[in-house]
């Protein structure tokens, strides 16, 4: 069975610095891994997805993740931390066998950027 | 393009009663999901669906929920009975095709929250 793991449930960060949001799955076979990002009130809006090829991939509003297989971790990043990247991130993942087994989501982390 | 559309955004129920959480997906887009958010948890899949069929739904609870994609109109997820442990956000996602068509991106709703008295 897939799963994963986001192992902290709140992230501080003051407003410039760097940020990491931690992420790490368990999948039988190669994973496809996704981020998304929700603001209060809002639904789930995509950041950015692994497949295949180059292990860091860049996405939306300047967050990049690195693929590492073997730690099976997906570590959200980004240079320089916004106050507006406040919000609830969540990583997922799903296997990329034939077959329509669902997206499985993480519990969420809490990113809190401190002007 | 309005996107996913979901309401009611708010709805309030009394135990025993019955709630209805509608979704209208992207325009292009035939294939849907249910997702729960329950406080302090992640999200949880319910069930998939694409037009009069249910792909997966080894994620609904087994009693008093069902859902449904007509042909026409939106998706609905119905919960029967509810209970207060059914307070969440219902997410709906749609996508142009299906999980198993490999990376798509599902892009949700704005959810739907259920409060049970």
């Known amino acids: 069975a897939q799963s994963v793991a986001q192992p902290e449930d709140q992230v501080n960060v003051a407003e410039g610095n760097p940020l990491t949001v931690k992420c790490t799955y368990s999948?039988?076979?190669?994973?496809?891994l996704f981020w998304y990002v929700q603001y209060p009130n809002r639904g789930l809006q995509f950041l950015l997805k692994?497949?295949?090829?180059?292990?860091l991939v860049k996405g939306s509003y300047g967050f990049e993740a690195e693929f590492n297989k073997s730690q099976t971790s997906f570590h959200l990043k980004k240079p320089s931390a916004l106050v507006s990247d406040s919000a609830l991130y969540f990583c997922?993942?799903?296997?990329?066998?034939?077959?329509?087994?669902?997206?499985?989501f993480g519990k969420g982390t809490r990113l809190s950027v401190i002007a | 393009n309005a996107g996913v559309m979901q309401n009611p955004r708010h709805l309030v129920r009394r135990r025993g009663q019955e709630a209805r959480l509608r979704c209208s997906p992207m325009?292009?887009?035939?294939?849907v999901y249910w997702y729960r958010q329950l406080p302090e948890e992640g999200l949880k899949f319910m069930v998939y669906?694409?037009?009069?069929?249910?792909?997966?739904e080894s994620g609904m609870p087994k009693e008093r929920f069902s859902a449904e994609f007509p042909k026409e109109g939106p998706s609905i997820l119905r919960i029967q009975q509810v209970v207060r442990g059914d307070s969440a956000a219902y997410f709906c996602?749609?996508?142009?095709?299906?999980f198993g068509s490999g990376a798509n991106v599902l892009t949700f709703g704005a959810g739907s929250r259920l409060t049970v008295l």
């Open positions: 999948v039988s076979g190669n994973p496809y």
């Open positions: 692994y497949i295949t090829g180059d292990n």
């Open positions: 669906l694409q037009k009069e069929n249910i792909i997966d």
């Open positions: 997922a993942v799903r296997e990329s066998l034939p077959g329509n087994t669902p997206l499985v």
């Open positions: 325009k292009g887009h035939s294939h």
């Open positions: 996602a749609s996508s142009p095709s299906g």
